[in-house]
């Protein structure tokens, strides 16, 4: 049986991406991330086969969450054995954030995925490093104001991750959107779904 790698997501805006793709330079050997690549991660799911790909494609068609208005706030670092590992752009705010990082654990618990145990921060990946990359401590120390004005997160999309030499490949698999402030329309998937994963019909919550 086949089998998929996947992960939860939030895609930010064009106008988003494409001042962070202006930002990504500065630091020798790293691995920029292309603009298909550029999301803020809800929930890492990994390796499924099929049948629980569905289960977990149909259990995100129950979730009820209002769109967010985030802004891009500063650069990071992330670290591998005290090592630079990854050179991320944060993203606030936390709270309705970490919000929707919960509805979609609880969901993913309905089909037996485990929940999270890392701390969860908003981040966008910018880079990833290795031995051979160069100091990091430039581009923080020039990118530590990074900032954007309120952009929309009006969707969340279930993402199928195919790993390659030139770095992952992402395939959304179904979207789903999340609530204007003054809509009560439930957040059922909508028709953007994979030929490999097929959404089966969610119950109610």
């Known amino acids: 049986m086949s089998t998929h790698r996947l992960f939860v997501a939030l895609r930010p805006p064009r106008a988003i991406r494409l001042a962070l793709l202006t930002a990504m330079h500065g630091i020798s050997g790293a691995r920029w991330q292309s603009d298909e690549q ?5 929930r890492f799911v990994g390796e499924v086969d ?7 494609a149909a259990a995100l068609g129950a979730l009820h969450a209002p769109a967010i208005a985030a802004r891009i706030a500063g650069v990071g670092l992330f670290e591998r054995q005290g090592r630079p590992h990854m050179v991320w752009a944060g993203v606030e705010p936390l709270a309705p954030l970490a919000a929707l990082h ?3 654990d609880q969901l993913l618990a309905r089909v037996g995925i485990a929940a999270e145990t890392r ?13 051979g990359s160069g100091s990091v401590a430039p581009f923080l120390a020039l990118h530590g104001d990074l900032a954007s004005e309120d952009f929309a997160f009006a969707h969340v ?3 199928e991750s195919e790993l390659g030499h030139g770095g992952s490949r992402y395939h959304p698999v179904a979207r789903y959107p999340l609530e204007a402030a003054n809509s009560a329309t439930s957040a059922a998937a909508t028709a953007s779904t994979s030929p490999h994963v097929t959404a089966k019909p969610s119950a109610a919550p």
Not at 38 to 42: A, N
Not at 50 to 56: K, L, M, P, Q, V
């Open 38 to 42: 550029l999301h803020l991660t809800l």
């Open 157 to 159: 999309t279930l993402y």
């Open 119 to 131: 701390a969860f921060v908003p981040h966008i990946t910018l880079a990833r490093l290795n031995r």
């Open 102 to 104: 919960r509805k979609v």
């Open 50 to 56: 099929s049948h629980r790909a569905e289960d977990i």
